[in-house]
T-cell receptor
Framework: GAGVSQSPRYKVTKRGQDVALRCDPISGHVSLYWYRQALGQGPEFLTY????????KSGLPNDRFSAERPEGSISTLTIQRTEQRDSAMYRCASSLLGAGVNGYTFGSGTRLTVV | GIQVEQSPPDLILQEGANSTLRCNFS?????LQWFHQNPWGQLINLFY???GTKQNGRLSATTVATERYSLLYISSSQTTDSGVYFC??????????FGKGTRLSVIA
Protein backbone atom coordinates (compact mmCIF):
# COMPACT_ATOMS: atom_id res chain seq x y z
CA GLY A 1 0.00 0.00 0.00
CA ALA A 2 0.87 3.67 -0.08
CA GLY A 3 1.63 3.84 3.63
CA VAL A 4 2.03 1.61 6.67
CA SER A 5 -1.36 0.44 7.86
CA GLN A 6 -2.04 -0.76 11.41
CA SER A 7 -5.17 -2.28 12.82
CA PRO A 8 -7.06 -1.95 14.99
CA ARG A 9 -6.58 1.74 15.69
CA TYR A 10 -7.79 1.30 19.27
CA LYS A 11 -8.12 -1.85 21.34
CA VAL A 12 -9.56 -2.19 24.81
CA THR A 13 -9.20 -5.62 26.35
CA LYS A 14 -9.67 -7.22 29.71
CA ARG A 15 -6.70 -8.34 31.72
CA GLY A 16 -5.81 -11.93 30.91
CA GLN A 17 -7.09 -11.85 27.33
CA ASP A 18 -4.87 -12.34 24.29
CA VAL A 19 -4.60 -9.61 21.65
CA ALA A 20 -3.25 -9.58 18.10
CA LEU A 21 -2.07 -6.36 16.47
CA ARG A 22 -1.66 -6.20 12.73
CA CYS A 23 0.77 -4.28 10.53
CA ASP A 24 0.69 -4.01 6.74
CA PRO A 25 3.95 -2.39 5.56
CA ILE A 26 4.63 -0.33 2.46
CA SER A 27 4.63 -2.60 -0.56
CA GLY A 28 8.15 -3.72 -1.41
CA HIS A 29 9.66 -2.79 1.93
CA VAL A 30 11.89 -5.55 3.17
CA SER A 31 12.29 -4.51 6.81
CA LEU A 32 9.49 -4.24 9.36
CA TYR A 33 9.80 -3.01 12.94
CA TRP A 34 7.65 -3.02 16.04
CA TYR A 35 8.00 -0.36 18.73
CA ARG A 36 6.09 0.36 21.93
CA GLN A 37 5.52 3.87 23.25
CA ALA A 38 4.35 4.61 26.77
CA LEU A 39 2.64 7.91 27.48
CA GLY A 40 5.16 10.75 27.58
CA GLN A 41 8.05 8.59 26.41
CA GLY A 42 9.82 7.92 23.14
CA PRO A 43 9.17 4.74 21.15
CA GLU A 44 11.11 1.70 22.37
CA PHE A 45 12.21 -1.10 20.06
CA LEU A 46 10.54 -4.49 20.37
CA THR A 47 11.52 -6.60 17.34
CA TYR A 48 12.19 -6.45 13.62
CA UNK A 49 12.09 -8.60 10.50
CA UNK A 50 13.87 -8.73 7.18
CA UNK A 51 11.47 -10.49 4.84
CA UNK A 52 9.97 -13.28 6.96
CA UNK A 53 13.02 -13.75 9.17
CA UNK A 54 12.95 -12.28 12.65
CA UNK A 55 16.34 -10.56 12.96
CA UNK A 56 16.21 -9.22 16.50
CA LYS A 57 13.69 -9.78 19.27
CA SER A 58 15.79 -8.43 22.09
CA GLY A 59 13.25 -5.72 22.90
CA LEU A 60 10.32 -8.05 23.59
CA PRO A 61 9.71 -7.61 27.33
CA ASN A 62 8.87 -11.23 28.16
CA ASP A 63 7.64 -14.47 26.63
CA ARG A 64 4.02 -13.26 26.54
CA PHE A 65 5.03 -11.17 23.53
CA SER A 66 5.64 -12.72 20.12
CA ALA A 67 5.65 -11.55 16.52
CA GLU A 68 5.56 -13.16 13.12
CA ARG A 69 5.71 -12.19 9.48
CA PRO A 70 5.10 -15.53 7.74
CA GLU A 71 5.06 -14.37 4.11
CA GLY A 72 7.41 -11.44 4.40
CA SER A 73 4.65 -8.84 4.21
CA ILE A 74 1.95 -8.48 6.89
CA SER A 75 3.11 -8.89 10.47
CA THR A 76 1.23 -9.72 13.65
CA LEU A 77 2.31 -8.83 17.17
CA THR A 78 0.60 -11.04 19.73
CA ILE A 79 0.37 -10.39 23.45
CA GLN A 80 -0.85 -13.30 25.54
CA ARG A 81 -2.48 -13.00 28.95
CA THR A 82 -2.46 -9.21 28.82
CA GLU A 83 -1.63 -7.18 31.91
CA GLN A 84 -2.36 -3.55 32.72
CA ARG A 85 1.31 -2.66 32.26
CA ASP A 86 0.98 -3.67 28.59
CA SER A 87 -1.19 -0.60 27.96
CA ALA A 88 0.65 1.61 25.45
CA MET A 89 0.77 2.76 21.85
CA TYR A 90 2.17 0.00 19.63
CA ARG A 91 3.83 1.32 16.50
CA CYS A 92 4.90 -0.46 13.35
CA ALA A 93 7.35 0.89 10.78
CA SER A 94 8.85 -0.34 7.55
CA SER A 95 11.94 0.54 5.53
CA LEU A 96 13.13 -0.36 2.07
CA LEU A 97 16.06 -2.48 3.19
CA GLY A 98 18.10 -2.80 6.31
CA ALA A 99 17.71 -1.66 9.87
CA GLY A 100 20.44 0.93 9.84
CA VAL A 101 20.54 2.45 6.41
CA ASN A 102 17.09 3.55 5.28
CA GLY A 103 14.47 5.92 6.50
CA TYR A 104 11.61 4.39 8.47
CA THR A 105 7.94 5.14 7.81
CA PHE A 106 5.60 4.62 10.72
CA GLY A 107 1.95 3.69 10.75
CA SER A 108 -0.67 5.44 12.86
CA GLY A 109 -0.25 2.97 15.69
CA THR A 110 -2.57 0.84 17.80
CA ARG A 111 -3.46 2.22 21.21
CA LEU A 112 -3.92 -0.73 23.55
CA THR A 113 -5.70 -0.32 26.85
CA VAL A 114 -5.86 -3.25 29.26
CA VAL A 115 -8.56 -2.90 31.91
CA GLY B 1 23.96 0.28 22.30
CA ILE B 2 23.77 3.81 21.02
CA GLN B 3 22.49 6.53 23.36
CA VAL B 4 20.42 9.45 22.07
CA GLU B 5 19.90 12.61 24.09
CA GLN B 6 17.68 15.52 23.13
CA SER B 7 17.50 19.05 24.41
CA PRO B 8 15.66 21.01 25.56
CA PRO B 9 12.99 18.66 26.96
CA ASP B 10 10.34 21.36 26.73
CA LEU B 11 10.05 24.54 24.70
CA ILE B 12 7.39 27.23 24.53
CA LEU B 13 7.45 29.67 21.62
CA GLN B 14 5.45 32.64 20.54
CA GLU B 15 4.06 32.21 17.05
CA GLY B 16 6.57 33.52 14.50
CA ALA B 17 9.65 32.77 16.59
CA ASN B 18 12.54 30.56 15.51
CA SER B 19 13.96 27.63 17.45
CA THR B 20 16.75 25.07 17.41
CA LEU B 21 16.39 21.55 18.79
CA ARG B 22 19.47 19.48 19.50
CA CYS B 23 20.20 15.75 19.37
CA ASN B 24 23.44 14.21 20.66
CA PHE B 25 24.33 10.61 19.99
CA SER B 26 26.99 8.42 21.51
CA UNK B 27 28.33 6.52 18.50
CA UNK B 28 28.90 6.93 14.79
CA UNK B 29 25.63 6.57 12.91
CA UNK B 30 24.52 5.47 9.50
CA UNK B 31 20.89 6.38 10.11
CA LEU B 32 19.48 9.46 11.78
CA GLN B 33 15.94 10.68 11.52
CA TRP B 34 13.82 13.49 12.93
CA PHE B 35 10.14 12.84 13.57
CA HIS B 36 7.22 15.01 14.61
CA GLN B 37 4.53 13.46 16.80
CA ASN B 38 1.46 15.59 16.32
CA PRO B 39 -1.24 16.09 18.96
CA TRP B 40 -3.22 13.20 17.42
CA GLY B 41 -0.32 10.83 18.07
CA GLN B 42 0.84 10.35 14.50
CA LEU B 43 4.61 10.01 14.06
CA ILE B 44 5.62 11.86 10.91
CA ASN B 45 9.05 11.51 9.34
CA LEU B 46 10.60 14.95 8.86
CA PHE B 47 14.14 14.18 7.75
CA TYR B 48 16.37 11.22 7.04
CA UNK B 49 19.73 12.87 7.66
CA UNK B 50 22.72 10.75 8.75
CA UNK B 51 24.98 13.58 7.57
CA GLY B 52 24.82 16.98 5.90
CA THR B 53 22.04 19.53 5.68
CA LYS B 54 18.50 19.36 4.33
CA GLN B 55 15.69 21.86 4.12
CA ASN B 56 11.96 21.44 3.71
CA GLY B 57 10.02 24.67 3.84
CA ARG B 58 10.34 26.28 7.27
CA LEU B 59 12.21 23.27 8.64
CA SER B 60 15.83 22.38 8.14
CA ALA B 61 18.22 19.91 9.73
CA THR B 62 21.96 19.53 9.98
CA THR B 63 23.90 16.49 11.16
CA VAL B 64 27.59 16.75 11.99
CA ALA B 65 28.42 13.08 12.18
CA THR B 66 32.05 13.55 13.22
CA GLU B 67 30.93 15.55 16.27
CA ARG B 68 27.93 13.29 16.96
CA TYR B 69 25.11 15.79 16.95
CA SER B 70 22.19 16.89 14.84
CA LEU B 71 20.14 20.08 14.91
CA LEU B 72 16.58 20.73 13.80
CA TYR B 73 15.71 24.33 12.96
CA ILE B 74 12.15 25.61 12.93
CA SER B 75 11.68 29.08 11.51
CA SER B 76 8.62 31.33 11.76
CA SER B 77 6.90 28.79 14.02
CA GLN B 78 3.16 28.18 13.72
CA THR B 79 0.70 26.68 16.17
CA THR B 80 0.52 23.61 13.95
CA ASP B 81 4.21 22.96 14.73
CA SER B 82 3.23 22.02 18.29
CA GLY B 83 3.85 18.47 19.41
CA VAL B 84 6.82 16.32 20.30
CA TYR B 85 9.94 16.18 18.15
CA PHE B 86 11.94 12.97 18.29
CA CYS B 87 15.45 12.29 17.09
CA UNK B 88 16.32 8.64 16.41
CA UNK B 89 19.67 7.16 15.45
CA UNK B 90 21.17 3.82 14.51
CA UNK B 91 24.67 2.51 14.05
CA UNK B 92 25.69 -0.56 12.12
CA UNK B 93 22.75 -2.79 11.22
CA UNK B 94 20.72 -2.11 14.34
CA UNK B 95 17.24 -0.58 14.62
CA UNK B 96 16.62 3.08 15.39
CA UNK B 97 16.98 4.19 18.99
CA PHE B 98 14.82 7.15 19.97
CA GLY B 99 15.57 10.02 22.27
CA LYS B 100 13.04 11.18 24.85
CA GLY B 101 11.86 14.02 22.64
CA THR B 102 11.41 17.78 22.83
CA ARG B 103 7.86 18.89 23.61
CA LEU B 104 7.15 22.09 21.67
CA SER B 105 4.22 24.38 22.34
CA VAL B 106 3.67 27.29 19.97
CA ILE B 107 1.24 29.87 21.30
CA ALA B 108 -0.61 32.46 19.25
Amino acid sequence: GAGVSQSPRYKVTKRGQDVALRCDPISGHVSLYWYRQALGQGPEFLTYFNYEAQQDKSGLPNDRFSAERPEGSISTLTIQRTEQRDSAMYRCASSLLGAGVNGYTFGSGTRLTVV
Amino acid sequence: GIQVEQSPPDLILQEGANSTLRCNFSDSVNNLQWFHQNPWGQLINLFYIPSGTKQNGRLSATTVATERYSLLYISSSQTTDSGVYFCAAASGNTPLVFGKGTRLSVIA
